[in-house]
DNA sequence: ATGGTTGCTCCGCAA
């Protein structure tokens, strides 16, 4: 089974190119995020005719999370927990989560938010939106140890100083801060390991370039795209990849998909 | 040449 995150920054600017990839990627399931979309703009059909079910949730142009599936998509939820942080006036839970059971493997995709700034109110929401996921998930593997979850998405953290290209230039910015880290940590302690880092060691590995300023030709990047896996998920796990070839090119996502490979036999 | 983006929606904001 082949199981793939990716930002596609907009599923409806990009429905060719997503649906390209889906067809030579041969994906069994598919986490999207920034779909950008509400559910009745979501290109439902056009997945569905590709063979794949589909669940989306989207309530504005910003944000939206979607999975699809060929190998089942059942028990649908759009909050991995009854006290996920909302954000605004009036305070709102944005559409950053979406869970699914899919071919056995209970699978969230995620979106983290931004965090904008070191000062700004939406890093501490942050902050408390990744503490909340790592309650969650801990109390999942605490009722079942052998629950095959995985939490796959852009977690907008750079958990290491070799997922950037230069660390110095992003002192005193978001996606590297110890707190952020330490969030980050949290969800590794909590049982979930990043399947995909020892089959695409670093440095230099990324799976997001900026549009501005030519990062990816100058192969500026950061890896903050994830597909984290409880134990019994690892233990599935043959190989990963960070599918660079679809960053290039006019109307590339400004990141790229990860997938992972897991036994079917496990 | 010292810059060089994209998508949404509406001309600013988010990333």
Redesign the pocket.
């Known amino acids: 089974m082949r199981l793939a995150t990716w930002n596609v920054?907009?599923v409806?600017?990009?429905l060719d190119r997503v649906l390209a990839w889906i067809d030579r990627s041969d994906v069994d399931v598919l986490a999207l995020q920034e779909t950008?979309?509400k559910d009745e703009q979501f290109p439902e059909q056009a997945f569905r005719d590709a063979g794949y079910e589909v669940a989306h949730h989207g309530l504005s142009?910003?944000?939206g999370v979607a999975l699809l599936s060929r190998v089942g998509l059942e028990d649908v939820s759009t909050r991995f927990s009854p006290d996920v942080p909302a954000f605004g006036d009036p305070a709102v839970v944005e559409a950053r989560a979406v869970g699914a059971l899919c071919g056995g493997v209970r699978v969230w995709s995620l979106y983290v938010?931004?965090g904008?700034g070191l000062d700004d109110p939406?890093y501490a929401y942050k902050l408390l939106w990744l503490e909340e996921l790592r309650r969650a998930g801990a109390s999942w593997l605490a009722q079942d140890p052998g629950a095959q979850v995985a939490l796959v998405g852009d977690f907008?953290i750079a958990p290491q100083d070799e997922d950037v290209w230069d660390v110095d230039v992003f002192a005193g910015a978001t996606h590297v801060s110890e707190p952020e880290r330490a969030a980050f940590r949290g969800l590794l302690e909590a049982g979930y390991a990043d399947t995909v880092r020892p089959f695409a060691p670093g440095p230099g590995t990324y799976t997001y370039w900026d549009?501005?300023?030519?990062r990816f030709p100058k192969r500026q990047g950061m890896r903050i795209d994830f597909v984290l896996g409880s134990p019994a998920l690892q233990a599935r796990v043959t190989g990963a990849t960070i599918d660079r070839e679809e960053r290039k090119g006019?109307?590339a996502s400004d990141h790229a998909p990860v997938v992972v490979e897991l036994d079917p036999n496990a």
């Open positions: 920054n907009s409806r600017a990009r950008k979309c142009q910003w944000n938010p931004n904008r939406h907008n549009y501005t300023q030519l006019k109307g």
